[in-house]
């Protein structure tokens, strides 16, 4: 059974860092990209970053370029999510995906239960 | 405000049929496949429709997706309570080098 467990979210003020985790198991880590979602309170949903699976291709949002780094470990089967200069905008829950590797829009296969940033002074 | 259209709410009764609609542009739909995804309250989302109108293992067939041209449509038969979820869909957007999603759309089954 897949599974994916985020963490390190939590309450941080406008300009600081945060970093997340999402530890996998289940299935072959490093076989999979990996993605981030995100969603404000009340709002929809936002993708934020994905990874390929060796960890050499990766995409941002334009939202978040610039400002916050995906990677990986795959010898730890961690995914993570390094948020620099965070913004009141930024809060949100921050959800990690497995993605299924089909062609066109690449689904997000299976989902972790989410981890709440709040970005407030 | 989303790349992807999609009403912000439906509506029926159980037992009948709903389709929610998505609307992109050649960028997006036009040239990717569709995806849909159901939240229930308070969870994550969990992928419902895949490549347009593939359903994954333990999604019930109540359960349909299609796509022509620049949009896309999920169809849900058979309504049952427990069908009152947000539904979400998305696509890769080759302008933008990366996922988009629709803004949802919140069914209540009435």
């Known amino acids: 059974e897949v599974q994916l467990l985020e963490s390190g979210g939590g309450l941080v003020q406008p300009g600081g860092s945060l970093r997340l985790s999402c530890a996998a198991s289940g299935f072959t880590f490093s076989s999979y990209a990996m993605s981030w979602v995100r969603q404000a309170p009340g709002k929809g949903l936002e993708w934020v970053s994905n990874?390929?699976?060796?960890?050499?291709?990766?995409r941002y949002a334009d939202s978040v370029k610039g400002r916050f780094t995906i990677s990986r470990d795959n010898s730890k089967n961690t995914l993570y999510l390094q948020m620099n200069s965070l913004r009141g905008e930024d809060t949100a829950v921050y959800y990690c995906?497995?993605?299924?590797?089909?062609?066109?829009?690449?689904?997000?296969?299976?989902w972790g239960q989410g981890t709440l940033v709040t970005v407030s002074s | 405000q989303s790349v992807l259209t999609q009403p912000p709410s439906a509506s029926e009764t159980p037992g009948q049929r709903v389709t929610i609609s998505c609307s992109g542009s050649s960028s997006n739909i036009g040239s990717n496949t569709v995806n849909w995804y159901q939240q229930l309250p308070g969870t994550a989302p969990r992928l419902l429709i895949y490549s347009n109108n593939q359903r994954p293992s333990g999604v019930p067939d109540r359960f349909s997706g299609s796509k022509s041209g620049t949009s896309a449509s999920l169809a849900i038969s058979g309504l049952q309570s427990e069908d009152e979820a947000d539904y979400y869909c998305a696509a890769w957007d080759d302008n933008l080098n990366g996922r988009v999603f629709g803004g949802g759309t919140k069914l209540t089954v009435l």
């Open positions: 990874l390929s699976g060796s960890g050499d291709h990766t």
């Open positions: 995906a497995k993605d299924l590797p089909v062609a066109g829009s690449p689904p997000l296969e299976d």
